[in-house]
Antibody, heavy 121, light 107 residues
Framework: EVQLVESGGGLVQPGGSLRLSCVAS????????MSWVRQAPGKGLEWVSV???????YYADSVKGRFTISRHISKNTIYLQMDSLTTDDTAVYYC???????????????WGLGTLVIVSS | DIQMTQSPSSLSASVGDRVTITCRAS??????LAWYQQKPGKAPQLLIY???TLQSGIASRFSGSGSGTDFTLTISSLQPDDVATYYC?????????FGQGTRLEIK
């Protein structure tokens, strides 16, 4: 069964850092494109970042230069390193698997349950 | 960047009604559009990809259409279990922007 389990969320002060983890099971993260999507309280979905199987990364303008997506192949885990956090980064962060490599398959077909990040003093 | 605009932002309909949600892209995106359903307190779930292909396991009352800039999600006969917020997402290229969502309620 394909499953994604996020962890690492919590309360952090503005300007601080946090690293989110997403452990995958039922497939290998190295063979898939993986993404992070967030949702602020009471708001809509916001795409954050994607990591291609070849290692290329892309970020939303709102997090570019502050967030870094990466993976640990042997742990079958992806990460989101979040630095210089602001209150606008408060959200549930979802880990997501992209269906496939080609453009026609670049949609999310599997979501984690999410982990809550609260940025507050 | 391409913007995705959904309408309406919210809607209330009766059980059995035909419901239509629209998503408009600020530039053409071919058919690289997905629809997701998110129930309260839950993670989103894929409904439709390629603008019109129903994801496996999704009820056939859901359908999608469109290409280029204008897309539609239709529920042919609204059921109580369909209460949720619906999002479109473009995936032709990064950033993979979502629409702002449409909240669907039962009247």
């Amino acid at each position: 069964e394909v499953q994604l389990v996020e962890s690492g969320g919590g309360l952090v002060q503005p300007g601080g850092s946090l690293r989110l983890s997403c452990v995958a099971s039922g497939f290998t993260v190295s063979s898939n494109y993986m993404s992070w999507v967030r949702q602020a309280p009471g708001k809509g979905l916001e795409w954050v970042s994607v990591l291609h199987s070849g290692g290329s990364t892309y970020y939303a303008d709102s997090v570019k230069g502050r967030f870094t997506i990466s993976r640990h192949i042997s742990k079958n885990t992806i990460y989101l390193q979040m630095d210089s956090l602001t209150t606008d980064d408060t959200a549930v962060y979802y880990c997501a698997r992209i269906r496939g490599y080609t453009t026609s398959l670049n949609y999310v077909d599997c979501w984690g349950l999410g982990t809550l990040v609260i940025v507050s003093s | 960047d391409i913007q995705m605009t959904q309408s309406p932002s919210s809607l209330s309909a009766s059980v059995g009604d035909r419901v239509t949600i629209t998503c408009r892209a600020s530039q053409g995106i071919g058919n690289f559009l997905a629809w997701y359903q998110q129930k309260p307190g839950k993670a989103p779930q894929l409904l439709i990809y390629g603008a019109s292909t129903l994801q496996s396991g999704i009820a056939s009352r859901f359908s999608g259409s469109g290409s280029g800039t204008d897309f539609t999600l239709t529920i042919s006969s609204l059921q109580p279990d369909d209460v949720a917020t619906y999002y479109c997402q473009k995936y032709n290229s990064a950033p993979f922007t979502f629409g702002q969502g449409t909240r669907l309620e039962i009247k």
